[in-house]
């Protein structure tokens, strides 16, 4: 089960709404315990079960010792991310942080609305659901609701973060093309283009070179395109007119359509958004990174004040992972 965008919990959560899979069998793998978490237990099951989707993922891309070296890798990811989530669910519990059953009916009923389909019938899929109700509450509780965001700090990131806010430069163009009739008409229409360029350089008007040569859907208005914006063109032409002052002909640009001449008519330089145009989404993007540096505070207390006890072996060849990862036999208490 995948959590429906409405539930999906920000980047600093590191938390994901696991699809419940069937238990694994004695035959599949012998359970063991491979951390402890406080008076919690994170059976070896439970992380395999976690790791069903992304497993079944891996199997398709990668194989043999390749293959092997990502399962691991992934297996701690799992594990800690298991291990933060057992804390935070025992500090939801110690705050006495509930989920109501109609808040979980509504969530249902949401992610419904949003094309999840979900079986109510399921238990594992039921308490999914309210584990993660319950770690939006904590979070919000806890992190979000002592975030503030001063003018002072909207106005520094607004100054760091100009280029995020600016519209891209705009330009006004026309253009001459020249496409093959066939995959065998390049060398012709190669030369055609040559032929248009050097009319051009002898003085002759792009718009009736245009009219008369080009195979464009504008050819009928002298190769007028209008307004285009930095970013919406091919690479080759965006390197071409960059070069250019308004009047400037670029050189011959070849493309996958063809043979292009292109005159620059007009160029609105980059436009920055004044600051109160922006100070909403700028107050968003601000909040979102304070709450992260908060969370990522919240939760590294949790751990150092919490009993971890991890029992997961780590094949000595594995490969080293990004951000906290558990090791064999570490503990940790208050």
Not at 95 to 115: C, F, I, L, P, Y
Not at 138 to 144: K, L, S
Not at 151 to 170: G, I, T, V
Not at 215 to 220: V, W
């Amino acid at each position: 089960m995948m959590a429906p965008h409405w539930l999906r919990l920000t980047v600093f959560f590191s938390v994901a709404l696991i699809a419940p899979a069937s238990p694994l069998s004695a035959a599949q793998v012998e359970d063991r315990i491979v951390a402890i978490v406080n008076s919690d237990l994170i059976m070896l099951s439970d992380m395999k079960r976690e790791l069903t989707p992304e497993r079944e993922r891996m199997q398709k891309e990668f194989h043999g010792d390749m293959l092997a070296r990502r399962l691991k890798t992934a297996e701690y990811m799992a594990l800690t991310s298991m291990i933060e989530r057992k804390l935070q669910l025992q500090e939801a519990k110690t705050r006495s942080v509930e989920v109501t059953d109609q808040e979980v009916r509504q969530a249902v009923q949401n992610m419904k609305q949003q094309g999840e389909t979900i079986d109510e019938t399921n238990p594992a899929n039921m308490k999914n659901v309210r584990e993660q109700l319950t770690l939006l509450k904590v979070v919000d509780r806890e992190v979000r609701s002592g975030v503030m965001v001063a003018d002072s700090d909207m106005k520094r990131y607004f100054q760091e973060h100009r280029d995020r806010f600016a519209l891209p430069e705009e330009y006004t163009l026309s253009q001459i093309l020249i496409l093959p009739r066939s995959p065998d008409d390049t060398a012709d229409a190669k030369e055609k283009v040559r032929d248009v360029m050097k009319r051009l350089k002898q003085g002759e008007s792009f718009e009736d070179l245009a009219l008369q040569f080009s195979d464009g859907p504008n050819a009928s208005r002298g190769g007028r395109i209008g307004l285009v914006r930095q970013g919406e063109l091919l690479p080759g032409i965006e390197r071409a007119i960059a070069k250019l002052v308004p009047g400037g002909i670029s050189d011959v640009i070849e493309t996958s359509e063809g043979f292009q001449v292109v005159r620059l008519e007009d160029k609105k330089p980059k436009q920055f958004r004044p600051y109160e145009e922006v100070r909403i989404e700028i107050q968003g993007l601000v909040f979102q990174q304070k709450s992260e540096d908060v969370f990522q505070a919240w939760l590294a207390d949790l751990k150092n004040k919490a009993y971890i006890e991890i029992k997961f072996e780590a094949a000595p060849s594995g490969p080293t992972t990004t951000g906290p990862a558990p090791r064999p036999s570490t503990t940790s208490k208050e």
